[in-house]
């Protein structure tokens, strides 16, 4: 009776989770994004929000120079620290159709400024000079960043410049260069030079003061088809085998992102009659989408019901409730909340041994929705359990008998009981013959002696 009333209840409970309406997820932006690659991250939970092959290994161009970036931080401690610009390194890019910055051979600028020559209108000639200047050479800062690559974690990048150009085994992917990215935006001169839609660049021995502008038009608000007012930055790319391509990142009402978009190309906007950079423009509706649409939301409550499991050696209950430890929040799209998730326990036991106390932790359950992980919860025991000493022992037994060396020993003790019984038998056959004969020799000398006395 006990068992049909706790199936009734759990068949109750499974009905009313499918009548609920469940929101489809839908992890893209209403519009399609054209670039090759494009990955969007919540940097507030490391969510990959959206993932279009993120992981195809393709040539990175300019965006390499994050990489070049974070190895002269990781290697520079004072930024201010002055550099003689060489010639062989400009030497290495001429005819090359690199974007430069106007260093000349000779000048005298500090490490910071060539940071700033490099990220802020891509110079490639300032990657040269950094990496010829911490290195010693091109080659040994090129063995550096693959070091600092596989150091981060990275396995599917590998560099052969430090500025970009293309080179047939000069790829990387959007995940790893977004790891690459977090790690240099740890340096808060990295993060100050990237958001710069403009940097003043005092005079040298070489050349006069002037203004470097950015490539980078969601940060620079005169490129009003492209600027993005919640965009902090970070570098642009381009070149023939790599098309379009733009690392950034954006702060909205506490929410906080970092896109990737790579090989885009121009495509017409028919409405306007303008060729635009699909590398921006992707990058513009993987924000918008995610800043308007997105949300956390408790996707778990504390006590919330997910699952049961059989109890063992207890007369109270034949199976207890497994509920959520504690609320989890989780990015979603508005308007979902607990009711739109389901629950697949992780190991999850066939049946627990009482005793136990609520709240005790039994396994893991991953939270998904619409066939996507979005979080994970611990699953602990709603209520207690006593343990009933009957049942334990009973099963004790059980277990005991149904082991195949008690089975063994049963046999073994059996026939030596047959093969005592057996030997008694035996011995008791010989000592009545023996009495027997004994009883017949003893006849036999008592009519010998009869016998013999008549004679006389």
């Not at 009933?388 to 005991?400: F, P, T």
């Not at 017949?440 to 006395?453: G, I, P, T």
Request: aromatic share 8%; hydrophobic share 40%.
């Amino acid at each position: 009776m006990k068992k049909s009333i706790i199936f009734i209840t759990l068949l109750t409970i499974l009905i009313s989770t499918l009548i609920i309406p469940v929101h489809a997820m839908n992890y893209t932006p209403d519009e399609p994004l054209n670039c090759k690659v494009d990955l969007l991250i919540n940097l507030d939970s490391n969510t990959t929000v959206i993932s279009k092959s993120a992981d195809a290994k393709v040539a990175p161009a300019s965006l390499t120079k994050i990489m070049t970036a974070l190895v002269v931080l990781q290697n520079c401690d004072d930024l201010e620290r002055t550099v003689v610009v060489g010639s062989e390194a400009l030497e290495s890019l001429y005819n090359t159709g690199s974007s430069l910055s106007g260093l000349k051979s000779g000048e005298i600028i500090s490490v910071y400024n060539l940071l700033c020559c490099m990220l802020i209108p891509s110079g490639n000639d300032a990657a040269m000079v950094l990496a010829c200047e911490i290195g010693g050479t091109a080659e040994k800062f090129v063995d550096m960043m693959n070091a600092a690559a596989a150091k981060l974690g990275c396995k599917n990048t590998h560099f052969d410049n430090p500025h970009g150009l293309d080179s047939a085994t000069h790829l990387t992917t959007a995940n790893d260069l977004a790891v690459i990215t977090r790690a240099a935006l740890k340096y808060s001169a990295f993060e100050k030079i990237v958001a710069n839609a403009t940097y003043d660049l005092p005079e040298t021995n070489k050349n006069k003061a002037r203004t470097l502008v950015t490539t980078n038009h969601m940060i620079n608000k005169t490129r009003v088809s492209y600027y993005y007012e919640y965009c902090k930055g970070i570098k642009t790319g381009s070149t023939d085998n790599a098309g379009k391509c733009l690392i950034s990142y954006a702060s909205k009402n506490g929410y906080n992102y970092l896109a990737v978009a790579m090989g885009g190309d121009y495509r017409l906007n028919e409405k306007e009659k303008v060729e635009e950079n699909q590398a921006f423009m992707d990058t513009l509706k993987m924000y918008k989408w995610a800043f308007d649409n997105l949300s956390y939301e408790a996707v778990a409550k504390q006590d919330q019901y997910v699952t049961s499991v059989p109890v063992n050696f207890c007369w109270d209950m034949d199976s207890v409730r497994l509920v959520s430890k504690s609320e989890v929040l989780a990015l979603i799209p508005k308007g979902n909340d607990s009711q739109s998730v389901s629950f697949i326990p992780l190991k999850k036991p066939e049946s627990i041994d009482a005793p136990f106390k609520k709240g005790e932790y039994v396994c893991d359950a991953d939270i998904m929705f619409s066939g996507v992980k979005i979080g994970t919860t611990k699953l602990v025991v709603a209520e207690d359990a006593n343990l009933s000493v009957l049942l334990y022992g009973k099963a004790i037994l059980k277990k005991i008998t149904a082991n195949t060396v008690f089975k063994i020993i049963i046999v073994l003790i059996v026939l030596g009981i047959v093969i005592y019984i057996l030997e008694f038998i035996r011995v008791n056959r010989k000592r009545r013959k023996s009495r027997e004969l004994k009883i017949v020799k003893y006849n036999e000398l008592e009519r010998n002696s009869s016998n013999k006395k008549k004679k006389k």
